[in-house]
């Protein structure tokens, strides 16, 4: 079994300031893993995801998570946030068999203030 | 666009009067989750069919059930709610096996009265 641990529940920071929401994993088998965003009253949307390969993953609105299997971390990172990116950020993970049944941490809220 | 559907996106029930939430899909995706979030909290995963093969986790309460009559159309029936199964309700799709990424409706708001 899979568990996701995201010790920070709120972030708060000033526009243009970077950030880092943490996010550790346990598992005994080898998983993939999810950074999911959700604003209020809607669902979730992909953020990034590492498969295979470049531990480095990036996404389109300029966030990158980096995997550290020695550390079972994916911590998420964005040089410069804006208030747009206000918003909850869930980590998930899943093994990479079977159905990838996904196991969600319990979330950070970014709170991006002018 | 391909996309993930549900309807309604808020719903108010009473105390044990029976409720169905319903999602579809457009991608013509195999498998079809259905997520309860409580406020402030994880998804929490309650069920999910591959094809018509319907999977329940170990600790979904029998009071939630769960229709798929095709492809497209995934329902979740609540048969007597009570004011702990006040939640958002996410439905997900993703392709099958060897396929890691899920894409998510937008959430139906359920209120229990």
């Known amino acids: 079994a899979q568990s996701v641990t995201q010790l920070d529940s709120q972030v708060p920071v000033f526009e243009e300031a970077p950030v880092e929401l943490r996010c550790n994993y346990s598992s005994s088998v080898s998983v993939y893993l999810f950074w999911y965003v959700q604003y209020p009253n809607q669902g979730l949307q992909l953020l990034l995801k590492?498969?295979?390969?470049?531990?480095l993953v990036e996404s389109i609105n300029g966030f990158e998570a980096e995997f550290n299997k020695s550390q079972t971390s994916f911590h998420l990172r964005k040089p410069s946030v804006h208030i747009s990116d206000t918003a909850e950020y869930f980590c998930a993970v899943s093994d990479i068999t079977g159905f990838q049944k996904l196991v969600f941490g319990t979330g950070t809220r970014l709170l991006v203030s002018p | 666009d391909a996309m993930v559907i549900q309807n309604p996106r808020y719903q108010v029930t009473q105390f044990g009067k029976p409720v169905t939430l319903s999602c579809s899909q457009t991608l013509n995706h195999n498998v079809m989750y259905w997520y309860q979030q409580k406020s402030s909290q994880a998804p929490k995963l309650l069920f999910h069919y591959y094809d018509k093969d319907f999977n329940n986790e170990a600790d979904t309460p029998d009071n939630f059930q769960s229709r798929r009559p095709n492809t497209s159309f995934c329902f979740l029936d609540i048969r007597s709610p009570g004011l702990g199964d006040a939640a958002m309700y996410l439905c997900?799709?993703?392709?099958?096996?060897?396929?890691?990424?899920?894409?998510f409706g937008p959430g139906t708001r359920l209120t229990v009265t």
């Open positions: 590492y498969l295979s390969g470049s531990t």
């Open positions: 997900a799709t993703s392709r099958g096996q060897g396929a890691a990424e899920q894409y």
